[in-house]
């Protein structure tokens, strides 16, 4: 690559590949697997990823974003990082291994023991993954973690078809995990020249649990607050129901975990290296926030729109019940950047006590919620999370205007251009749907998509959006030149 590129613009290209490689490659695996087996095998899929994801925040241990967020490490350092979180890492397989049975009594389902042992040593296996990932988004070096994230997605994927295809059920998904976890840890090694010594100080431990003992906190409320739905309905109703709610979060995660993921990655090494400037602070968030919103917003909108003929052409006609939930989740994947910009802001600056007590008052008024809305159903719980999102970012601003000097007015005004072009697509694009209700599905949902592209897009170019340049700044260099 050109040396004429910026360390952020080489980040930002190989860090959006990864997004766009992996989990695109996800979403179409995804799509051959959702196609193939029934709403019950992902209503427990659902069941495990809650426990994946609570024990994956507690290997981390906050340690990842500590390493990234401090000024200077050394290999002491990072060493004892590796060996804390291995040492997490193989008490949390033992919990998880020892819990299965109450586990699987609990949501009435005695194969969720196995699972369950199978989760236990993914778990084991991520204590060799995380300081590896830190050190390299430290260096903002995307590009291993992409290539070595792909080939483990795509190897994973393949087999867990493979094993669907020929009857194993729950178990494909269980083993694209699994294989997944490994294979990226393998390929991480070999490809990272770090290697942890033979050494472990407490002092140094201390100190970077005394920053990552409160992002562990905050990050482990939102991975339970995040996925409580599932001990809901899944115990209330039925993991066939839950195989439905969880369908419809994973249709709206991937374009929110695709930009999200791109996005979290890069905000905090780039407001981190401006965390003693407010006003550098408030452009660089300014510009990241309102480049990843110009984006989110039209990508949210259309797929609120076309839910119905998107889902009905590419998983089929039996998760047309996954529909009005995707429709309200929408809504939660829109904000999503502005919550992940508010909230590193406040661990870029030094400050993940103040993240830690907004998060415990969010995630406190999200169970709340829920338990209350878990007795009217799935829609209920889906519009909970909701309402629960747009308090939360109410939240999640409350110190912006104090460390940046950017509130949550502030930040709507520079987002209001792209919310009235994405209103305004949004309008277009259902109107357009509802004119060829008549014709196929498959041209339905492409005219759809032309139309809202066709006037986003163009409104921006004509208009000469800041955001919208930027963009297509950073596709022209990721298109010319070779990463």
């Excluded at 201390?206 to 899944?234: C, H, K, N, Q």
């Excluded at 408030?282 to 989110?296: F, K, L, P, S």
């Excluded at 889906?382 to 747009?390: H, N, V």
């Amino acid at each position: 690559m050109s040396d004429s590129l910026s360390t952020t613009q080489r980040a930002t290209i190989w860090a959006g590949a990864d997004a766009l490689f992996r989990q695109g490659s996800q979403f179409v695996f995804g799509i051959v697997l959702a196609r193939t087996l029934q709403p019950q095998a992902f209503g427990l899929l659902a069941v495990m990823m809650l426990f994946v994801a609570f024990a994956n925040v507690l290997v981390d241990s906050g340690l990842g974003t500590a390493l990234v967020q401090r000024e200077k490490i050394d290999n002491v350092t990072v060493s004892t990082a590796f060996w804390f979180n291995l040492l997490v890492a193989t008490a949390a397989a033992v919990a998880i291994a020892l819990l299965a049975p109450l586990i699987a009594s609990f949501y009435r389902e005695p194969v969720l023991v196995p699972l369950m042992w199978a989760m236990a040593a993914n778990t084991w296996l991520t204590g060799f993954i995380t300081v590896q990932r830190a050190m390299l988004a430290r260096a903002m070096d995307f590009r291993t973690q992409t290539l070595a994230a792909t080939f483990a997605t795509v190897i994973a994927g393949g087999v867990a078809i493979m094993l669907a295809l020929h009857g194993l059920g729950v178990w494909a998904l269980a083993t694209q995990i699994v294989l997944n976890t490994t294979l990226n840890a393998l390929l991480l090694w070999w490809m990272h020249p770090w290697r942890p010594s033979l050494t472990m100080s407490m002092q140094r431990l201390r100190e970077m649990l005394s920053f990552s003992g409160f992002v562990l906190l905050a990050s482990l409320l939102d991975a339970f607050a995040a996925r409580f739905y599932t001990v809901l309905i899944g115990r209330m109703q039925s993991t066939r129901d839950l195989g439905y709610f969880n369908q419809a979060a994973s249709i709206k995660d991937f374009p929110q975990l695709t930009l999200g993921n791109l996005y979290a990655r890069l905000v905090l090494p780039i407001l981190s290296r401006n965390a003693g400037d407010q006003v550098g602070l408030r452009i660089r968030m300014q510009q990241a926030q309102v480049t990843a919103m110009a984006i989110n917003i039209p990508v949210m909108l259309g797929l609120l729109v076309t839910a119905h003929p998107l889902v009905y052409l590419v998983f089929g006609a039996k998760w047309l019940p996954s529909v009005p939930i995707l429709r309200v989740l929408c809504g939660i994947g829109l904000l999503w950047p502005m919550h992940i910009s508010n909230i590193n802001l406040m661990l870029a600056t030094g400050h993940p006590k103040l993240a830690l007590r907004i998060e415990v008052a969010k995630k406190s008024l999200l169970i709340a919620v829920l338990v209350l809305a878990g007795h009217w159903g799935m829609m209920a719980i889906a519009w909970a999370l909701l309402a629960s999102s747009i308090i939360g970012l109410v939240f999640n601003t409350v110190y912006s205007a104090r460390l940046a000097g950017y509130p949550l007015y502030r930040q709507c005004l520079d987002l209001l251009p792209y919310i009235t072009l994405g209103t305004a697509m949004a309008v277009a694009v259902w109107i357009v749907d509802k004119r060829l209700s008549g014709i196929g599905i498959a041209i339905r949902l492409g005219l759809d998509m032309a139309t809202g592209l066709l006037i986003y897009v163009g409104s921006s170019h004509i208009l000469k959006l800041q955001a919208y340049r930027r963009v297509r700044d950073l596709m022209i260099l990721a298109l010319k030149r070779s990463p």
